[in-house]
């Protein structure tokens, strides 16, 4: 059974990609392993994302600190730094079914652990409950975030995979959306909190059963050249990254990208509070962020399965982003609304349009490094500088503000809320993304991948001069 999937027998539904006398083909199937890698992926990023809109009204139900709340989102991150080598190793040696099939358990025990956990009269055992699920889902995280580049290489041709990588890897992204708008539609008081959780556990567990009865290592034939290849070991794959500069510039530059568009996406609240916006409106530049996300991700997929253009679109978006936090960093003040939506967009925009290539960049300098490797050790670095942040965030303040019904009031009376200046922290954040966007153009990678399937082409074609490639060459030519 762990082994079914579905295989398209149809003409319509398999492509052949011929590399002269060698045919590679790709299956109908691939797609509906690409929907259980994203569902997985939505799932687990709402899991990780519940508590972020609700923190008052959790802290009450739960009777404990702001703090405590927040650790139910910090631990993912924190979660991810060590687990993240397992996970590449995962992929790297047992391959991507039983990686993604002990990410959807992981995930779907952790988030039934804590609907359980709700039933407790005790708000502490509640609050106990509710932290081991999330620590328990949490594991899961490096296994799914570590895939979409291998997946990609593993069913899709060469000529599709960057358009899958971009759907498996703006998953997250968009789990983080619709987490945050389930809890904070369905979440008015604690009572609700337990419906909430019940909308979590019941995906969860549903796609983690799916993942276990369809997920497939790999279709039957390769898609490629590449996809057929031997990979390195683990250990022989790690020694060779360590000692390829371009990959520790990649780490750097990207690294520093990820980490900052997870932090400043999940503080937008906090760092505009001080200034009169509500969590509604800081709810306006999160979707502003995702949905032109969404888009810049879909327009760079697109053009770089046809283009193969990945130092001009990756240094492009990099400069575009910095761009975009620039404006951010100097329109964050009062009334200036339609500014700070605009400033959102374009961070969304040209920060999610680097993210798959970014991670199909990582494949081509690397390559035969394992797919899964390269981009986990990526995932690691920028999870533990995310968690940096947002500890740096907090501390790097200047005075605050109290508020009553959103007007300031002297802080020596009565008051509703305090909001802090967090200005030190966007300065923070400009120059990281300044420097993230100096080492990006410092790049000049060999694309070792594409010039692996053009050698392999070019010797096919001198033995079967009659036949030629119409998947690969093309786009090689193009180069």
């Not at 991700?297 to 982003?321: P, R």
């Not at 001198?462 to 180069?479: E, K, W």
């Amino acid at each position: 059974m762990g082994g079914t999937g579905v295989q398209a027998s149809d003409p319509s539904a398999e492509v052949a990609h011929k590399e002269a006398h060698h045919a590679f083909r790709v299956y109908g199937s691939r797609w509906f392993m690409l929907a259980i890698l994203v569902l997985l992926q939505i799932s687990n990023a709402m899991v990780w994302i519940g508590f972020s809109p609700i923190i008052s009204i959790a802290q009450h139900y739960y009777d404990t600190t702001v703090t405590m709340i927040d650790v139910q989102s910090i631990v993912f991150m924190a979660v991810s730094v060590p687990l993240g080598f397992v996970g590449s190793w995962a992929l790297n040696t047992l391959g991507l079914r039983k990686s993604i099939v002990a990410a959807g358990a992981l995930n779907g025990l952790g988030a039934a652990i804590r609907f359980a956990g709700d039933f407790a009269s005790s708000p502490t055992t509640r609050l106990v409950m509710t932290t081991v699920g999330q620590v328990i889902a949490a594991c899961a995280q490096p296994f799914l975030l570590d895939s979409p580049t291998l997946f990609a290489a593993t069913w899709f041709a060469p000529d599709q995979r960057a358009e899958a990588n971009t759907i498996a890897s703006v998953a997250n992204p968009l789990g983080i959306a619709i987490g945050s708008l389930v809890s904070g539609l369905m979440v008015n008081t604690g009572s609700d909190i337990r419906w909430m959780l019940l909308a979590n556990a019941a995906p969860a567990v549903a796609f983690a059963l799916l993942a276990l009865v369809f997920f497939k290592d790999k279709p039957p034939t390769p898609p490629s050249h590449s996809a057929e290849m031997q990979h390195d070991s683990f250990k022989d794959g790690f020694k060779k990254l360590m000692k390829n500069g371009n990959y520790w510039l990649l780490l750097f530059g990207f690294g520093i990208g990820i980490a900052l568009i997870s932090s400043i996406s999940s503080l937008l609240n906090q760092l505009t509070a001080i200034n009169g916006y509500t969590s509604d409106q800081a709810g306006y530049f999160s979707l502003g962020m995702v949905g032109t996300g969404l888009v810049g991700a879909g327009i760079s997929g697109a053009i770089l399965d046809k283009t193969k253009a990945f130092m001009t679109l990756f240094k492009t978006s990099f400069v575009g982003a910095l761009g975009g936090v620039l404006m951010f960093t100097f329109v964050n003040k009062p009334n200036r609304l339609a500014e700070l939506i605009v400033a959102n967009c374009i961070i969304g925009f040209f920060a999610f349009a680097a993210l798959p290539v970014g991670m199909e960049l990582c494949a081509e300098c690397t390559f035969p490094v394992s797919e899964g490797l390269s981009a986990g050790l990526i995932w690691v670095f920028s999870q533990a500088l995310s968690t940096m942040f947002l500890f740096a965030t907090n501390a790097a303040t200047d005075g605050y503000k109290c508020f009553t019904n959103a007007t300031v009031v002297p802080c020596t009376g009565p008051y509703d809320n305090k909001y802090y200046d967090y200005k030190p922290a966007m300065y923070m954040f400009l120059g990281f993304t300044a420097a993230a966007t100096l080492a990006v153009l410092c790049l000049n990678v060999t694309y070792k991948r594409l010039e692996s399937e053009r050698e392999y082409a070019s010797q096919s074609d001198a033995q079967s001069p009659a036949q030629t490639s119409d998947a690969i060459t093309p786009l090689l030519a193009q180069n």
